[in-house]
């Protein structure tokens, strides 16, 4: 393989979390509150997956969108409709990129609505448990399902146990969302009598490979839990500054254990390429450290050693993020599949320039991550296959 001057080979990007269905809506509707934008303007797009034509539609423009941001892996929400998720497994498959593909699995009867939910419980597990053959029958080595509980506030108690069992005996991974925000813990402590991810463990759903959504509001003891449980951690930072009220502390999981790695939260987050959400990880985490009320003084305003850099941000894109899911990509090197893309830094118009005399090899990477675009991605790979070019 050669490459053009001016070039940088990169390890591919992995998504720990994107919501496939709400692709249509990017960029738009974040005036509200996580639980009326939901019901406002997420389940109304969400059902409409339920006609196939359109499904199809959407992940065919979604998946390779995604691919020529150079995200090589993903984790997918998608809607709670079978043919639909089939689907989004297929187009995955047929345009080349790694993808766990997870139908999503809610029957609350006041978390939802009546139009768009789980009949029961037990249709919620059956039609999870069928969602598992389905993706595994498409039959490509890059596509695996996962099992998607929405979140607490979706689930019934029924729902959550059987999916909780259906993992245990099936040994697929989970993804969901936990302690996202204040509401959403404040609902938890209500229902349970105890913490989202307390509760989460009780039904059996915080588990190796288990990916916790935001996370943003963890106790120590509840990163200790979910270290224990081998679970990790998707980290939104833009989509987070809209829901989650607070900022997520990654040098604070990373100490206690937690696997921890990027997710661009599609739609929740507004920006869908992997490496701006590098540049948020960093400017939120500085956020975190020094504050953001100027009433307050500065000792009492910021957490301590909460900034990370731009490394540990591209680390968390791309080797943190294959730990969360346990699989072999995240690096290039022996016994990893290749997964990567080509960063060119002298594309006319591009916002990247090296300068000769004045970037070394560590301030060509950091320009690279936080100004190349999709139009800098050349070319990128998954296991060996060009999939951009």
């Not at 150079?70 to 079978?82: I, K, M, P, R």
């Not at 999916?163 to 969901?176: I, S, Y």
Request: proline residues 5%.
């Amino acid at each position: 393989m050669d490459l053009a001057d001016g070039t940088f080979l990169m390890p591919g990007l992995v998504d720990l979390h994107i919501h496939a269905p709400q692709w249509p809506q990017l960029g738009t509707g974040l005036d509200l509150p996580l639980e009326r934008w939901l019901f406002d303007y997420t389940f109304p797009l969400e059902a409409r997956y339920a006609d196939t034509g359109f499904a199809a539609t959407v992940w065919d423009d979604l998946v390779p969108s995604l691919l020529a941001m150079g995200t090589t892996t993903a984790v997918y929400f998608s809607s709670n409709h079978l043919d639909a998720t089939t689907a989004l497994a297929r187009a995955c498959a047929r345009h080349g990129q790694r993808a766990l593909v997870g139908r999503v699995a809610m029957d609350h009867p006041t978390g939802t609505p009546e139009w768009y939910r789980d009949a029961t419980a037990s249709a919620g597990v059956e039609a999870s448990a069928a969602s598992i053959e389905a993706v595994t029958a498409v039959g490509s080595p890059l596509v695996e399902p996962v099992i998607t509980p929405r979140f607490t506030p979706a689930c019934t108690d029924a729902l959550l146990e059987g999916l909780g069992e259906l993992a245990a005996a099936t040994g697929v991974r989970v993804q969901t969302h936990c302690a996202e925000s204040d509401w959403h813990c404040g609902y938890a402590l209500d229902r349970f009598g105890a913490s989202d991810p307390v509760a989460l463990d009780r039904f059996g759903l915080m588990l190796p490979r288990t990916v916790l959504a935001h996370s943003d509001h963890l106790t120590a003891g509840e990163m200790a839990l979910a270290a224990g449980r081998g679970a990790g951690v998707a980290h939104c930072p833009l989509s987070n500054a809209y829901f989650a009220n607070a900022v997520f502390g990654v040098r604070r999981a990373l100490a206690a254990g937690v696997g921890v790695g990027l997710g661009s939260d599609i739609a929740g987050g507004a920006r869908p390429g992997l490496l701006g959400v590098c540049q948020d990880a960093v400017t939120v985490s500085r956020m975190l450290e020094d504050g953001v009320d100027p009433a307050l003084g500065a000792p009492q305003r910021g957490v301590p050693e909460s900034r990370i850099d731009t490394v540990t941000a591209f680390w968390l894109a791309t080797a943190g993020g294959a730990a969360v899911i346990d699989l072999p990509v995240g690096l290039i090197e022996s016994g990893r599949a290749f997964d990567a893309v080509a960063v060119r830094a002298d594309r006319p118009g591009g916002a990247v320039r090296l300068w000769e005399g004045l970037d070394d090899d560590a301030r060509a990477f950091e320009k690279v991550v936080r100004l190349a675009t999709a139009d800098d991605i050349s070319r990128v790979w998954v296991d060996g296959k060009s999939v951009k070019q």
